[in-house]
């Protein structure tokens, strides 16, 4: 698998926007975009199959959006409205052979993840 790479997170107030990249992207099977905050499990932001359904977490539904341009081979993440809750480590994930509602869930089913972006939402 080729490796993953973030980019686009940084420091932001709430209410400010951010968008985040991974390259490269594919169409072959679903992508993903998780997080993880300090002392929190690993969970599941946006995922998109290989037919364009798109899953997202409760917390940033109407907020977040996932999305691929596969002439750039690049998935993003643009998050607006961002709360100090968003805070966490963003991951990209590729690799999971099942539509998004179930890959969402199980992040031991992607094969290929990025080394992380960091967003910070202060108050």
């Known amino acids: 698998q080729v490796p993953l790479m973030e980019s686009g997170g940084g420091s932001v107030q709430a209410g400010g926007s951010l968008r985040l990249s991974c390259t490269p992207s594919?169409?072959?099977?679903?992508m993903a975009w998780f997080r993880q905050a300090p002392g929190k499990e690993r969970e599941g932001v946006a995922t998109?199959?290989?037919?364009?359904?798109?899953t997202y977490a409760d917390s940033v539904k109407g907020r977040f959006t996932i999305s691929k341009d596969n002439a750039k081979n690049t998935l993003y993440l643009q998050m607006n409205s961002l709360k100090p809750e968003d805070t966490a480590m963003y991951y990209c994930?590729?690799?999971?052979?099942?539509?998004?509602?179930?890959?969402?869930?199980?992040?031991?089913?992607?094969?290929?993840w990025g080394q992380g972006t960091q967003v910070t939402v202060s108050s």
């Open positions: 994930a590729a690799g999971c052979p099942y539509n998004s509602a179930y890959c969402h869930t199980q992040p031991t089913l992607f094969n290929t």
């Open positions: 998109t199959d290989v037919l364009g359904i798109r």
């Open positions: 594919t169409n072959a099977d679903s």
